[in-house]
């Protein structure tokens, strides 16, 4: 089994910042593509910032010069530090990961449970 854990969401002023913290856990044999998602209230779910094994980053164009994604393979772990927030970036940030499994040997996609971020104007 895979699990993806997130943490580090809550409230925040407009202009404040956060960080959002992913760990990969259980039988992994390797990691490609991880990334954030958010999905706000009546509207679909977004990518906000990806990263490759290699470090390769996109951002969606909202968030670009203000989050920044980062990961460290060796731990298994991905990280969205975001600063400058505004009200527009209010909702469900969800860790995305695409994995093989130790003994599967095929690309997966699995998702976080989702973590809230609010920012109040």
């Known amino acids: 089994q895979v699990q993806l854990v997130e943490s580090g969401g809550g409230l925040v002023q407009a202009g404040g910042s956060l960080r959002l913290s992913c760990a990969a856990s259980?039988?992994?044999?390797?990691?490609?593509?991880m990334g954030w998602y958010r999905q706000a209230p009546g509207k679909q779910r977004e990518l906000v910032a990806g990263?490759?094994?290699?470090?390769?980053?996109n951002y969606a164009d909202s968030v670009k010069g203000r989050f920044t994604i980062s990961r460290d393979n060796a731990k298994n772990t991905v990280s969205l530090q975001m600063d400058s927030l505004k009200p527009e970036d209010t909702a469900v940030y969800y860790c995305?990961?695409?994995?093989?499994?130790?003994?599967?040997?095929?690309?997966?996609?699995?998702w976080g449970q989702g973590t809230q971020v609010t920012v109040s104007s």
């Open positions: 259980g039988s992994i044999f390797s990691i490609n593509t």
């Open positions: 995305n990961a695409a994995i093989v499994r130790t003994g599967v040997y095929s690309l997966k996609n699995y």
């Open positions: 990263i490759t094994s290699g470090g390769s980053t």
